[in-house]
């Protein structure tokens, strides 16, 4: 059973910083990428950033130079190390992992964590 538990939301003041993490936990063979995404009330899921098991990353245009990535494959954690908050920010944060269960596979499996919150409000 893959587990993946986020932690690190709560609430900070609008340029305030916060530093989510994320620990995957069970059986698999190997991780390839991991990434979060968030949920506003009323909005879809999306992207934030992400980043392969080459460390190449990707960021949401509206992250980018404030939001940074990161992973520790001998933790299997990810990390997001958000500065300048906005209340734009606001929103359930998830974090996901697509890994590849056993060595003969030929799909990876997409797993979710249970989602933290973060609210940027003064």
């Known amino acids: 059973q893959v587990q993946l538990v986020e932690s690190g939301g709560g609430l900070v003041q609008p340029g305030g910083s916060l530093r989510l993490s994320c620990a995957a936990s069970g059986s698999w063979f190997s991780i390839n990428a991991m990434g979060w995404y968030r949920q506003a009330p009323g909005k879809q899921r999306e992207l934030v950033a992400r980043?392969?098991?080459?460390?190449?990353?990707n960021y949401a245009d509206s992250v980018k130079g404030r939001f940074t990535i990161s992973r520790d494959n001998a933790k299997n954690t990810v990390y997001l190390q958000m500065n300048s908050l906005k209340p734009e920010d606001t929103a359930v944060y998830y974090c996901?992992?697509?890994?590849?269960?056993?060595?003969?596979?030929?799909?990876?499996?997409?797993?979710w964590g249970q989602g933290t919150q973060v609210t940027v409000s003064s």
């Open positions: 980043i392969t098991n080459g460390s190449n990353t």
């Open positions: 996901n992992a697509d890994l590849l269960l056993r060595s003969w596979h030929s799909n990876l499996m997409r797993y």
